[in-house]
């Protein structure tokens, strides 16, 4: 498998770029942040001066260290919404952009990768890892940077108002984060095993969706559904698992706060009997007590939860290391005369069997030629190789005299047209299915749809245009899908054309159309056609045999 490390980014480089995209709202948080914990930090001192107040009975001090208390409250309240709103704005606009991102580069992956471990697998990662990293990338940071910052300010509050505090508050801190770091490791594993097993069973279900023709036909619903349910246990067992240890880290956590607060009560009598604090200065070191321990056991708790994040981030910097083609860079595809040649390719998939071994032929601009030969000889690779849905290991193929590899890879593949024998549409209206993303009239899709054939199969449909074109592709005929094809190809206008098997599964009477059709339509334009149909074949220009990894004209 082809990887490479010079544009993978670590997990800090990752945060650092997502930063500048979005500095000002990092920022902004950040401030908000640091607004909160100072107001959380001020209320239960106000509070403690507002109770003293109280106990003397000064009414003057009673109002204004109360109003200064919910005041205080008040404002931190107010600043935790707003954090919590600019952190999910964040969270949207980070999700754009990093979905746009991995959506962009897997696009860009090669085929052959695709091919072997399943679109439906990426598409898994794609939704689940992007969405626990961004848990990590946005709330999670801002969640961490909150509750270590209010644990830092109770710790110097307490430690300042008794020594003794300034020495078991932070060795209870210490034992919290050291229990968080041993259950962190082992859930990190469990992290990457759950996220895997998310993403195969995405790969199950779109697999057996896609096929739900097969099983229907087939009578394999039962399999089917005992095969994702297999999938479904897996992941649950998982998760149970996972959740066993988060319940007893849970436990331990909250053990704790309970001793802390005991100990607390007790030195606090014991010191308001002495008259060395006020009732007020104990209910201030309830709150910062609290403020301590609530936010640490939140703090420890998204450590713990972050592994899941963590996991994914790491998925995803493995996923970048993947080789994508390399779409922009090479010669500017112009225009395109036609001429096409093969000088001594080799080529074989994985390393195996040759399957082009010295492969040598040509095609002028504007012939028709025909490629025949028996099944698993090559024919399909021939294709392939000329689209660089795979490179040769050795020869080269040129166009127009020009090696293939020099050429823009999206600007020559714009050049060239290319049909297979499972003709591919997407789920979406004919319209879009026609036009590819370019802009074309009403007047000039029906002139093309006329010049095909399908004109009136179209207008017939009261939605015209707009008729969808089904996920199985199951409203239209074999034929029919065919000559659509054919109507997207010119529309596009290349300046060659394949066509690969495209008459292997229609009747003698819409083949003999289809390939008058295309001599008529296609000519002067560089075609290769794909078959091992003789009556195909006849009325090509010309016939290229592929034999033994060779090619031989006749």
């Not at 949207?92 to 860009?108: G, N, P, S």
């Not at 080529?347 to 040598?360: H, V």
């Not at 289809?514 to 334009?525: C, E, F, I, S, T």
Request: include cysteine.
């Amino acid at each position: 498998m082809n990887t490479r490390r010079t544009k993978t980014l670590s997990g800090l480089a990752f945060f650092l770029e997502l930063f500048r995209q979005e500095r000002a709202r990092y920022l902004c948080v950040f401030a908000l942040v640091a607004f909160c914990c100072a107001a959380a930090c001020l209320s239960p001192w106000l509070q403690r001066f507002a109770i003293d107040a109280i106990q003397s009975g000064n009414l003057e001090r009673i109002v204004v260290f109360s109003l200064c208390a919910a005041v205080a409250f008040g404002a931190w309240r107010t600043g935790e919404n707003m954090r919590s709103f600019l952190t999910a704005q964040l969270y949207i606009r980070l999700e754009r952009t990093m979905k746009r991102r991995v959506f962009r580069h897997l696009l860009e992956l090669p085929l052959s990768l695709l091919r072997i471990d399943g679109a439906g697998y990426y598409a898994g990662r794609f939704q689940t890892d992007v969405e626990a990293m961004l848990r990590h990338y946005a709330s999670g940071i801002f969640n961490l940077a909150n509750h270590g910052t209010k644990i830092v300010c109770g710790l110097c509050v307490c430690a300042a108002a008794d020594w003794r505090f300034g020495i078991l508050l932070p060795l209870i801190v210490l034992i919290d984060v050291l229990l968080t770091l041993r259950f962190r490791r082992r859930q990190y594993k469990l992290s990457v095993r759950i996220l895997e097993n998310r993403a195969a069973a995405a790969q199950t279900a779109q697999n057996l969706l896609g096929k739900s023709k097969l099983v229907k036909t087939d009578a394999l619903g039962e399999l089917a559904g005992a095969r994702y349910a297999d999938d479904m246990d897996r992941l649950a067992d998982l998760r149970m698992k996972r959740l066993w240890r988060e319940t007893l880290f849970r436990s331990c956590m909250r053990g704790i706060p309970a001793v802390c607060f005991l100990a607390l009560y007790v030195l606090g009598v014991r010191n308001i009997l002495r008259d060395q604090w006020t009732l007020g200065m104990l209910w201030s070191m309830f709150g910062y007590l609290f403020l301590i321990l609530n936010p640490l056991q939140a703090f420890c708790s998204g450590l713990l939860a972050m592994q899941e994040s963590a996991a994914a981030s790491k998925r995803l910097q493995e996923l970048f290391r993947h080789l994508p083609e390399n779409v922009a860079s090479g010669k500017r595809v112009d225009a395109v005369r036609g001429d096409l040649e093969f000088r001594d390719v080799v080529f074989s998939y994985g390393g195996g069997r040759k399957i082009l071994d010295g492969a040598s032929f040509s095609v002028a601009a504007g012939e028709f030629v025909g490629l025949a030969g028996e099944s698993g000889a090559g024919k399909s690779t021939v294709a392939a190789l000329i689209l660089r849905l795979c490179d040769p290991a050795s020869g080269e193929i040129l166009l127009d005299g020009v090696p293939l590899r020099d050429f823009e890879l999206k600007g020559l593949r714009a050049r060239i047209g290319f049909i297979g024998q499972n003709v591919e549409f997407f789920h979406a209206s004919l319209r879009e299915n026609l036009s590819v993303g370019q802009d074309f009239s009403n007047e000039r899709l029906h002139e093309v749809l006329r010049e095909v054939g399908m004109e009136e199969r179209v207008r017939r449909d009261p939605k015209g245009l707009d008729l969808p074109i089904y996920e199985d592709q199951g409203n239209f005929s074999g034929g029919e899908l065919l000559r659509l094809a054919l109507a997207r190809e010119l529309l596009r206008n290349p300046a060659v054309c394949i066509f690969d098997e495209i008459t292997a599964n229609l009747d003698p009477e819409t083949e003999a159309s289809v390939m008058d059709l295309l001599r008529r339509r296609l000519a002067g334009r560089t075609v290769l056609l794909v078959s091992h149909r003789t009556s195909t074949l006849r009325k090509t220009d010309r016939v290229l045999t592929l034999a033994n990894g060779r090619i031989r004209s006749g």
